[in-house]
């Protein structure tokens, strides 16, 4: 079994059809044919399921996928590593980054990562949350940013910032007669809500929160970016939702951002790593990450022509 044979059935696992797959990989779709019977047949199963014009994993290749993945991400950190190493670096800090974080706190991070330990590469990974626990429990990532405190054992969580949840309504909407916002009225109108596969940490709060009132939000729209949300909220399609710092560094003037009228909407974000004895590269990059003091970051940051003014 080679490479090749891995590339080319994680690819038609993935699209779930062998010309997309063919295409993705710039072949020919006999060759692709070719090389999964192949694997198949080295393998002694079958990986796909190709009944009824459909293309549909097997069991075995469900257990197949998830090993595939694992292999060729350990031959990238390898030949990544090398790399690094041709280049001059004496080292290699693999970060993974989940549920968004903040541009501006990671921007200072990087330089200072840069300015004091010029030969120590950071590899950046944006991952969903799953991927990034079974990464770091795997050793593929050296540490990991997320809004979520689920882990896994040998994992250390450590608190990093705290950032207010934010409303985002329409320009000229009802709920602007608030400095903040109560949730029940929040629930009143549909919502645009993150997608819970890519932001899996904003998606627990909210849901948290939505508990504590029982409620049953009108869902009009999951999307995967922040900027996809603030664009259907600027066209009425339904409110939304965002950290403060975040926000912060998407300004536009069709919509206007209030505080919630709750002092729990609060969104955490953790650092997570491997507990590694003498990893000093990761306790290094926890003391750039924490900020002198680890409290809410409540004040009105400039938001652009958004007002904010009333947060204070």
């Not at 770091?136 to 990991?144: K, N, P, T, V």
């Not at 890519?198 to 922040?226: E, N, S, Y």
């Amino acid at each position: 079994m080679e490479l090749r044979h891995l590339r080319c059935f994680i690819a038609v696992a993935e699209e779930r059809h062998f010309a997309r797959a063919a295409a993705r990989l710039h072949i020919e779709q006999s060759p692709l044919s070719r090389t999964i019977r192949e694997l198949e047949e080295r393998l002694g199963v079958q990986l796909f399921d190709r009944s009824n014009r459909r293309t549909e994993l097997t069991w075995a290749g469900h257990m197949m996928l998830e090993e595939a993945r694992r292999i060729i991400a350990f031959v990238e950190q390898a030949k990544a590593k090398a790399r690094s190493a041709a280049a001059g670096y004496r080292g290699r800090l693999r970060i993974a980054l989940s549920d968004g974080v903040p541009l501006a706190r990671l921007t200072e991070m990087l330089a200072r990562s840069r300015e004091e330990e010029p030969e120590v590469e950071i590899a950046l990974f944006e991952v969903p949350l799953g991927e990034q626990l079974r990464g770091l429990a795997e050793g593929l990532f050296d540490a990991g940013l997320a809004q979520s405190t689920d882990s896994l054992p040998g994992i250390t969580v450590t608190k990093l910032w705290r950032d207010p949840m934010m409303i985002v309504v329409p320009s000229r909407h009802p709920l602007l007669r608030y400095s903040r916002v109560p949730l029940t009225d929040v629930l009143n109108y549909p919502l645009v809500l993150c997608d819970p596969h890519v932001c899996q940490g904003m998606w627990r709060k909210l849901q948290r929160l939505l508990c504590k009132h029982d409620a049953c939000p009108r869902v009009a729209h999951q999307v995967p970016t922040l900027d996809l949300m603030l664009a259907l909220v600027a066209a009425g399609y339904g409110l939304g939702f965002g950290s403060q710092t975040k926000l912060a560094e998407h300004p536009t003037t069709d919509v206007t951002v209030r505080p919630l009228d709750d002092q729990s909407a609060v969104m955490t974000t953790y650092l997570l790593h491997r507990q590694t004895p003498g990893h000093t590269a990761v306790l290094r990059l926890i003391d750039r990450l924490s900020p002198g003091d680890n409290v809410v970051a409540d004040q009105a940051n400039h938001l652009g022509k958004r007002d904010l003014a009333e947060c204070t």
